[in-house]
């Protein structure tokens, strides 16, 4: 009898604590305004740079958010791509794009210190490709 009491108690307290957190049902543990000003330190435009086969790719990212959810484009070589899966958790990006029309799809994985995002491009096939950038304008 005892220990059911001590199980009920400990049940009860962990959903208690379970209910104060903000958005479980979804995983997001920022608060609305807390994950809004997250991403507003990172939205705006960004010019990139990726190194690909001893050749500097020029390219402009492009972060927003739309419904509560951070989007972002790729602009390079005359093409614009969306980004999928975009992840930003105040310094750590990440996000999935094809590389161009039609092809594989390559993740990206950076970190944004201020103005700057230093990272890499992973291709499926292994290759790895450095990518750095400022915000426009800074």
Not at 52 to 68: C, H, K, N, R, Y
Not at 100 to 124: L, R
Request: with cysteine; aromatic share 8%; charged share 25%.
């Amino acid at each position: 009898m005892k220990i059911r009491k001590i199980l009920v108690s400990l049940v009860l307290s962990l959903s208690v604590l379970l209910l104060s957190l903000p958005s479980v049902g979804n995983l997001n543990f920022f608060p609305l305004d807390q994950e809004k000003q997250v991403y507003d330190s990172i939205i705006g435009d960004w010019e990139m740079e990726t190194e690909f086969q001893g050749d500097i790719i020029p390219a402009v990212m492009t972060l927003s958010v739309q419904d509560e959810k951070l989007t972002g484009v790729w602009k390079s070589m005359d093409q614009e791509m969306e980004m999928i899966d975009l992840k930003f958790d105040g310094k750590n990006l990440s996000f999935k794009r094809e590389m161009g029309q039609g092809g594989d799809t390559i993740n990206f994985e950076g970190i944004v210190d201020g103005d700057e995002i230093s990272g890499k491009f992973i291709s499926p096939m292994g290759g790895e490709y450095e990518c750095t950038g400022q915000r426009k304008g800074s």
